[in-house]
């Protein structure tokens, strides 16, 4: 049996369809809550990072905890996917920038253009749709490829086994009004939540479609 470290950096963004799509593969999850819980030693198939509201350049010791992670993965050509701040710390981890973008992207976005013939966005039309919900980027670490980007910001790369992804795949609609409900951001400085929520049902299916077809794309890319 496969098996899968995830670190969850916020209570509310789990894993969400990922991990529904891994349970339903029979894959053994490992959840590590970041905050409360010390990283295991990595004996692992996959490692998973999260997003959270954090940036990748607080001075948290769980978040450098998890950049030595990712440094020992990709050593180790052990597949790791990070997605937000998953992709900010697995980033930083390679040796890139992080710092704040020209504008915060927040809501379902229809922006992501892949920069190359990828195979692991294999059967999503482009510019594809996704859930935005960050402020930070990131340079692309060097020896990585930017595989995906939006006119404001580098959305994807892979350097080895470790692909990060600026833009969520992963929610469903409750992890989406979840983090409407509870969010701490004034959020009207940049899109009516009402709108959001008034867009879910048009384009959440689409977003799961995407997941299903990156997540398929994955595991064949990294044999798992």
Request: net charge negative; charged share 20%.
């Given at each position: 049996?496969?098996?899968?470290?995830?670190?969850?950096?916020?209570?509310?963004?789990?894993?969400?369809?990922?991990?529904?799509?891994?349970?339903s593969?029979?894959?053994?999850?490992?959840?590590?809550?970041?905050?409360?819980?010390?990283?295991?030693?990595?004996?692992?198939?996959?490692?998973?990072?999260?997003?959270?509201?954090?940036?990748?350049?607080?001075?948290?010791?769980?978040l450098?905890?998890?950049?030595?992670?990712?440094?020992?993965?990709?050593?180790?050509?052990?597949?790791?996917?990070?997605?937000?701040?998953?992709?900010?710390?697995?980033?930083?981890?390679?040796?890139?920038?992080?710092?704040?973008?020209?504008?915060k992207?927040?809501?379902?976005?229809?922006?992501?253009?892949?920069?190359?013939?990828?195979?692991?966005?294999?059967?999503i039309?482009?510019?594809?749709?996704?859930?935005?919900?960050?402020?930070?980027?990131?340079?692309?670490?060097?020896?990585?490829?930017?595989?995906?980007?939006?006119?404001?910001?580098?959305?994807?790369?892979?350097?080895?086994?470790?692909?990060?992804?600026?833009?969520?795949?992963?929610?469903?609609?409750?992890?989406?009004?979840?983090w409407?409900?509870?969010?701490?951001?004034?959020?009207?400085?940049?899109?009516?939540?009402?709108?959001?929520?008034?867009?879910?049902?048009?384009?959440?299916?689409?977003?799961?479609?995407?997941?299903?077809?990156?997540?398929?794309?994955?595991?064949?890319?990294?044999?798992?």
């Amino acid at each position: 049996m496969k098996n899968v470290l995830v670190i969850q950096n916020a209570r509310l963004e789990g894993p969400g369809t990922i991990g529904e799509l891994l349970q339903s593969d029979g894959f053994s999850m490992q959840t590590i809550l970041a905050k409360k819980e010390k990283i295991p030693p990595l004996n692992h198939d996959l490692v998973l990072v999260l997003g959270a509201p954090e940036s990748a350049n607080d001075d948290l010791p769980y978040l450098k905890d998890e950049m030595v992670l990712i440094k020992e993965a990709a050593q180790k050509n052990i597949p790791a996917l990070g997605i937000c701040l998953g992709s900010q710390l697995m980033a930083k981890a390679l040796g890139a920038q992080v710092y704040a973008g020209p504008k915060k992207e927040i809501g379902f976005y229809h922006n992501i253009i892949p920069d190359e013939k990828s195979s692991l966005f294999s059967g999503i039309s482009s510019p594809f749709t996704v859930f935005h919900w960050h402020g930070d980027t990131f340079d692309i670490p060097p020896g990585a490829h930017r595989l995906a980007h939006s006119e404001s910001y580098n959305q994807a790369f892979r350097y080895g086994t470790a692909v990060g992804l600026q833009f969520h795949l992963e929610v469903n609609s409750d992890i989406v009004q979840s983090w409407l409900d509870h969010t701490h951001e004034d959020l009207p400085k940049y899109i009516s939540p009402s709108v959001i929520r008034s867009e879910l049902d048009l384009h959440i299916g689409m977003v799961q479609s995407n997941m299903k077809a990156f997540y398929k794309n994955f595991k064949s890319e990294f044999g798992l």
